[in-house]
């Protein structure tokens, strides 16, 4: 076992629907009224019975693995997760009982905020600082020139199935308002990639819309609502709408439900085609971009 690692930490999901209500609870920190459980729980019976997103961590993992190895790096890969198994705690414990000595972090959030890759930081500090020698922490990577790439080479394979000229809503997962006046770059930088992808595929239709706002939110949130920018669009003559949920790096609840049911439901009653871009998922290109930014955290030490 390499004592160099490589701790890959995210949100995490239910992969059954027995998991859904302590995931739900470990969300929202609280034991949540019956009947938010219950629509949760049937979210997932409707994209298939549980979330596709800790599978897809897992061989998003193996690949990283993979490529590393490729590249020369010695560096076992561990996942860990916010709100499901394996916790980034017991990741952590695995990785001090494989031996491990230098841990390189890195976020499954391109978008930094306090809900994730703050969040994702902050636990995984709690759990390894002062049990290994080195602990670093990868760099934004919102703008990393794989990344962009992948996320500009999925939209025009999509835009490809869509009328020509079909405008595109970029869609991200919409947060507190709060926690941008406080100063998250959340949305500084999803707009550096949306517009960094627009220009790449010479888009000049192209929009920033949020989405899958908190059943329990009590405040104001980020908009406009995907929904919203949709009937826009459709007042103004638009055929057709390709939503691209760039907020997203692997398909799960927020796009198989919100996106392929919810807004698919939204278009058909406001008479618009709807179109959806698929998550980079294990792509290549999001692969290569995690490994150019731990070779550069690495190397940054």
């Not at 998991?19 to 929202?28: D, I």
């Not at 952590?92 to 976020?107: C, H, I, K, P, Q």
């Not at 059943?215 to 929904?227: H, N, Q």
Request: hydrophobic residues 40%.
């Amino acid at each position: 076992m390499s004592e160099r690692a490589v701790f890959l930490v995210g949100f995490g999901g239910p992969e059954s629907l027995d998991e859904v209500p302590p995931f739900v609870e470990s969300v929202l920190g609280r034991v949540p009224p019956e009947h938010v459980t219950e629509h949760a729980v049937e979210r997932y019976r409707l994209i298939g019975g549980g979330s596709p997103l800790p599978a897809t961590t897992r061989r998003q993992a193996q690949l990283v693995a993979e490529e590393l190895g490729r590249r020369g790096v010695d560096a076992g890969v561990y996942v860990g997760m916010l709100h499901a198994d394996p916790t980034i705690r017991s990741a952590a414990d695995r990785m001090v009982a494989d031996g491990v000595e230098d841990v390189t972090v890195v976020s499954l959030a391109p978008y930094r905020c306090e809900v994730s890759t703050d969040a994702y930081e902050a636990a995984a500090r709690r759990a390894l600082e002062g049990r290994v020698e080195t602990l670093r922490f990868a760099p934004d990577w919102n703008l990393a020139p794989r990344y962009v790439e992948g996320l500009a080479e999925m939209l025009s394979e999509a835009l490809r199935q869509a009328p020509e000229g079909t405008p595109v809503v970029f869609a991200a997962h919409s947060l507190p308002q709060r926690m941008i006046d406080q100063g998250d770059p959340y949305v500084d930088q999803l707009t550096a990639t949306a517009r960094e992808v627009a220009s790449r595929l010479g888009l000049a239709d192209w929009h920033i819309a949020y989405q899958s706002v908190s059943a329990a939110a009590r405040e104001p949130w980020l908009g406009p609502a995907v929904e919203d920018v949709m009937d826009e669009l459709k007042a103004r003559g638009a055929p057709a709408v390709m939503v691209d949920p760039i907020g997203f790096i692997a398909d799960h609840v927020e796009t198989l439900y919100d996106n392929d049911i919810e807004h698919r439901q939204h278009a058909d009653e406001i008479g618009i085609e709807f179109h959806r871009c698929r998550c980079l998922n294990d792509h290549p290109a999001l692969i290569d971009a995690l490994c150019d930014v731990v070779t550069e955290a690495m190397a940054g030490v």
